[in-house]
C-alpha cells in the first residue's frame, strides 16, 4: 500500500473507532419515564433533568407503565393493549409485540429472571405470567394466590424469591423464585402499593400512592422500618429508581413531576423533572438507560489507529529530510508526507 494511503487508512480506522464508541454514549445517563397521558416513553438527562426526546412511542403504546431492558439490550414495556411491546433500546425504534395473551389483562411491572424469562404482572387476573426471554411465547401462570389483588411492581430480591406489590391488598407478597408457590405476606400496611425495588444496603423500598410516600422496609424479615421519603410535592407516587448518583427518584403522578431524594437519607432534594417537562403526563414507573461502554472489537480498532499513526510519525522522523547525494545525481531518500 502507498505509503499516504497508509497513513490514511489508520487515520479513517481512527475516525471510525471512535465513532462507534463516542455515538452510543450520547444515549447514556439518561432517564426513560413513561408517560401514561401521552402514551409514550420519554427521555431526560440523567444529570440535569433536562428533557431530550419521545423516546419510544407508537406499536400500539396505550398507557405504558412498566419498563425494563432486557438481555438483548432491548427496552420492554408493559401496555394497556394487554402486551408488553419491544423498542430498540438505543434508537427507540419500535420492534414488535414482544408478548400477549395467555390471559394477561392490564400487564403492569415486568422483570427479567434468572432464567432469561420474562415475568409480567398481570392486574385484571391477579397473578403473574411468564413468558419466554427470547421468543415472547407464553410459558404459564407463575405466581397466584396468598391474596394477590391488582399486582404491580415485582422484583426478584436477594434471596432469589420473587417479591410483588398487591395493590388493593395493600401488601407486598413473596412466592417462591424457582417454582413461583406463595411464601408469605412479606411486607404489609402499604396504602395502594405500586412499585418496589431492593436498594443496595439490601432493604426493601415501596412507593405507597395511597400515602404519597415511599415506605422502606427491612429486606430481610420485612420488618416496617419508617418512611424513607415524602414531601416536596409529590402526590399519588409511582414509579421508584436510584440513580446514577446514588439518590432516589420518584415519580409524582398527579403533579406530573419527577422528585429527587436523597439516597442515604430520605430528604427531599428537588423536583428534578419539572411539571409537564416534554408532555409528561401522569408519569408511572421509570428507569435508567445502562451505560453504554465500548466493546473489546472497538477498543481494539482504537488501538490499531492510534498505533498506526505513531508508526507513520516515527517512520517521518527517521527518515529526515531529503538531500542530494555526492555523485552528481540526486538521491531521494523515502519519507511519509507532513501532515
Keep these: 500500500m502507498h505509503p499516504p494511503r497508509i497513513r490514511k487508512f489508520f ?3 481512527l475516525v471510525a473507532s471512535t465513532a462507534h464508541w463516542v455515538a452510543p454514549s450520547a444515549y447514556a445517563a439518561t432517564l426513560l419515564v413513561s408517560s401514561g397521558d401521552t402514551d409514550t416513553v420519554l427521555r431526560y438527562n440523567a444529570a440535569t433533568g433536562a428533557f431530550i426526546d419521545t423516546f419510544a412511542s407508537g406499536g400500539g403504546l396505550d398507557d405504558p407503565e412498566g419498563l425494563v431492558f432486557g438481555p438483548d439490550g432491548n427496552l420492554y414495556v408493559t401496555s394497556r393493549s394487554n402486551a408488553v411491546l419491544r423498542y430498540d433500546g438505543t434508537t427507540g425504534e419500535f420492534l414488535g409485540v414482544f408478548a400477549t395473551g395467555g390471559g394477561l389483562v392490564d400487564p403492569a411491572g415486568l422483570v427479567f429472571g434468572a432464567d432469561g424469562n420474562l415475568y409480567v404482572s398481570s392486574g385484571e387476573s391477579g397473578d403473574v405470567k411468564r413468558f419466554n426471554g427470547t421468543t415472547g411465547a407464553f410459558i404459564d401462570t407463575f405466581a397466584s394466590g396468598g391474596g394477590l389483588e391488582s399486582p404491580e411492581g415485582l422484583r426478584f430480591g436477594p434471596d432469589g424469591n420473587l417479591y ?4 388493593d391488598g395493600d401488601a407486598v407478597l413473596r412466592y417462591n423464585g424457582v417454582t413461583g408457590a406463595f411464601i408469605d405476606e412479606f411486607a404489609t400496611g402499604v396504602d395502594d402499593p405500586l412499585e418496589l425495588l431492593f436498594g443496595s444496603d439490601d432493604n426493601l423500598y415501596v412507593s405507597s400512592a395511597g400515602s404519597s410516600a415511599v415506605l422502606l422496609f427491612d429486606g430481610e424479615t420485612g420488618d416496617f422500618i419508617g418512611v424513607f421519603a415524602s414531601g416536596g410535592g409529590a402526590e399519588e407516587t409511582e414509579g421508584i429508581a436510584f440513580g446514577p448518583d446514588g ?9 406530573d413531576e419527577i422528585m429527587r431524594y436523597n439516597g442515604i437519607s430520605g430528604a427531599f432534594i428537588d423536583v428534578f423533572v419539572e411539571e409537564g417537562s416534554g408532555g409528561l403526563g401522569e408519569p408511572t414507573f421509570m428507569i435508567f438507560a445502562p451505560q453504554v461502554v465500548p466493546e473489546p472489537g472497538t477498543l481494539a480498532m482504537l488501538w490499531v489507529g492510534l498505533a498506526g499513526l505513531a508508526l507513520c510519525r516515527l517512520r517521518r522522523f527517521r527518515a529526515g529530510p531529503a538531500r542530494p547525494s555526492t555523485g552528481g545525481r540526486t538521491a531521494v531518500l523515502f519519507r511519509l508526507p507532513r501532515a
Excluded at 410483588?164 to 395493590?167: D, L, Y
Excluded at 439518590?247 to 403533579?255: D, G, I
Design 11 to 13: 487515520i479513517a480506522l
Design 247 to 255: 439518590h432516589l427518584y420518584v415519580a409524582s403522578e398527579a403533579t
Design 164 to 167: 410483588v406489590n398487591s395493590g
